[in-house]
DNA sequence: TTGAAAGCGCTAACAT
DNA sequence: ATGTTAGCGCTTTCAA
């Protein structure tokens, strides 16, 4: 098998604790110490036991990401950038999927399927308001979505309602003024989870344009798939109600509705504008290409990494939970009359090179806090996230339909 | 903290060793004995410490997945059955995206990215035929696709040639005789790719029904996105090629096919019949609804993770490396001239009740061969792997056109 | 059928 | 700046 601390400390000529050092960035190393113990590590192709490093310092340099579906593009996506976020903190992602059961939920919070991880990333879509109290767990969570809010965790999540506002002005921009809505919430009580903020904003931009609101024109559909778009798409259309515009609470919704109205024979943009929620990869490729709010996926991967790992690191009192909210912006393509060239995405960079046999390390000695290596950016983000109960991520990509 | 197995015991009255062969399920146990370790485990919530288990018998009970970008479709779908295939076996799967650079998939196989497992499934989108060598690697390692064949390790793939000459026949078989194809590889060589597999496939078919192979028909695109789906079929109506039919090599591909022929006024099926290939979920929503070759992933991640989990848990003398090859069957739906009713998919089983607390073992003891606990199909399965270097799954699903 | 004890490879506390 | 040592929680001999 692979060779140990004690096979590089012997060929290197030092002790263990001095190859310790070494491979975990421990700064005060002679140079030329760093330098034998390196070759050493190089000659043996020494890697860490990532199990021994786990069971002495009790983290194991893994987080946990549990969401319902991969299947689901959202969640894929979703997934997508939160490996990122992690990879460029040399941490590892195992994926739990509930499913979307709430059993499989409730396996989350009892740490039951919590294997080899040193915290969670949480994403329900089954528990909501009324369990708020199981979030009181054991380990490091990070709560993501709209399901809970007020919890004891962190909670990243999304502005519901100011995007679905923007949205609707998105189409009344456009010169509609009967908006349909799919995605609706079945039960009126519940006012927390998306559907309900999301229709909030609708009615806000209703509202402040002066246009009714008119219930024939709001559709529930759950959960948001793209044949409960498609059913309700076409229930609309049989009923004979007269709209113009079309927003759908996310894509999926969007993408089945949009299968409808092309069965049906509607032309969009033109007899009907369509505007779905969350901006996933597929919505720029659908006959015609859908307009979306793009809720701002990357950066709330990374905050709610940064944040986890921040809780994983903390050390004394723990700090009050805090939401963290990310920005949003309205992309406008073919079903709402613009256009956005069909091309490549462009690259995504590479994660900065980083020592690969290195652990996280925040803080060392007592009272004296020492930042862990990163950059700027994520440097200034910490530090936001530090100074207020809820903050709002990277400004300046705000921007009204 | 956690409780210890030393807490167990000492509420239990036992040893530790006790402990640890309830939870193992050592079958020598007094019944009452197990009845008192298992009511201490319950008052204590006790939870085996994993970096533990994992630093002792050098095993985490965590396998990597390491596939290109989880927002490819195909390989969230993938992912999401291999999940749920290890889940089963109570193993957890690391992911590891390699951003389809060689770079990334170099990394893989440096077990440089290798993080507390046991072992990997590797789905390689760059690495070719040239870098079968590099597939000899420290640990169990189970090859993905079709980029590399006849490498070191055991491979699961698919029957890319008789699904091809399959989808192609399905379209012969409602009267197409002028069959485009997209997606082709642009060089000549390489004759292993999946893009030389199915086209040979195709070439088969036509040669099958007497129909000539016509070259300008034959159109390259890579990567196998949307994009490059849009814009070969873009060229193949420019350049007035006649043709009723569309095989395209991924869905993909096909659904951008079937975007540009929708902007291009062209009637699906009726002017051009389309089918892709992959069967991913998506391609049952598109307008009209895609026709594909259903490669068989539920089957494909099952048999990966049997194939991986067997090889980290054989002893002695290694079995020479297996290809195993999955079935596939042809999905008729609009675009082809067929319907589908547009459904939710039939619920998904959850996994059968396991030990939460058990690590799998496979064998015990030297020479006495001892059976996992698993169910008969997986027992039928493996036993039919090991009998034969070439093997196919579970029969009676292959159906032509 | 159960117990006692060694030690997996590493980090952290302490010593020098 | 580097060395020594204890022990994390578990599995695995070996013994009883």
Do not use: C
Not at 43 to 59: F, H
Not at 161 to 174: C, K, M, N, Y
Not at 304 to 326: C, F, M, N, Y
Request: proline content about 6%; overall charge neutral.
């Amino acid at each position: 098998m692979g060779s140990t601390l004690h096979d590089v400390a012997r060929i290197a000529g030092v002790s263990i604790k001095t190859v310790s050092n070494v491979v975990n960035n421990y700064p005060h190393v002679r140079p030329s110490t760093r330098e034998k113990v390196l070759s050493a590590i190089e000659e043996l192709d020494y890697r860490p036991n990532l199990s021994a490093r786990g069971l002495r310092s009790g983290r194991t340099g893994v987080i946990g990401l549990a969401i319902p579906e991969l299947r689901q593009n959202y969640f894929a996506e979703l997934a997508d950038s939160i490996i990122r976020a992690a990879d460029a903190h040399g941490v590892g992602v195992v994926i739990d999927q509930t499913s979307a059961t709430r059993e499989g939920e409730l396996a989350v919070l009892s740490g039951e399927r919590l294997r080899l991880t040193d915290g969670v990333l949480f994403s329900p879509e089954r528990l909501g308001q009324d369990d708020v109290n199981l979030l009181n767990v054991g380990f490091p969570l990070v709560l993501l979505g709209e399901r809970i809010f007020g919890g004891p965790t962190d909670h990243v999540t999304m502005r519901n309602v100011e995007s679905a506002r923007a949205a609707t002005e998105h189409l009344i921009g456009i010169g509609r003024r009967r908006i349909a809505v799919i995605g609706a919430h079945p039960v009126n009580q519940d006012d927390i989870r998306s559907a309900n903020l999301r229709v909030r904003g609708y009615r806000e931009a209703l509202d402040a344009a002066g246009l009714p609101y008119d219930t024939t024109l709001v559709r529930t559909a759950a959960p948001w798939h793209r044949e409960n778009g498609a059913v309700a798409m076409r229930r609309l259309l049989e009923d004979g109600v007269d709209f113009d515009a079309l927003f759908t609470l996310n894509d999926t919704l969007g993408l089945g509705a949009l299968r409808a109205l092309g069965e049906a024979g509607v032309r969009v943009p033109d007899d009907v504008a369509v505007i779905g929620f969350d901006n996933i990869d597929e919505s720029r490729f659908s006959v015609p290409s859908m307009s979306s709010v793009d809720p701002g996926r990357d950066e709330i991967a990374r905050v709610a990494v940064d944040t986890l790992l921040s809780r994983i690191h903390e050390k004394g009192e723990p700090a009050p939970p805090r939401q963290i909210l990310a920005d949003y912006r309205i992309v406008g393509r073919e079903s709402t009359g613009f256009s956005e060239p069909i091309e490549a995405e462009p690259p995504r960079p590479s994660p900065p090179w980083r020592n690969p046999l290195a652990v996280e390390r925040v803080t060392r000695g007592p009272g004296a806090r020492r930042a862990a290596p990163r950059n700027r950016a994520s440097a200034r983000r910490a530090d936001a996230l530090r100074s207020a109960h809820v903050t709002t991520l990277a400004d300046g990509r705000h921007k009204r339909g």
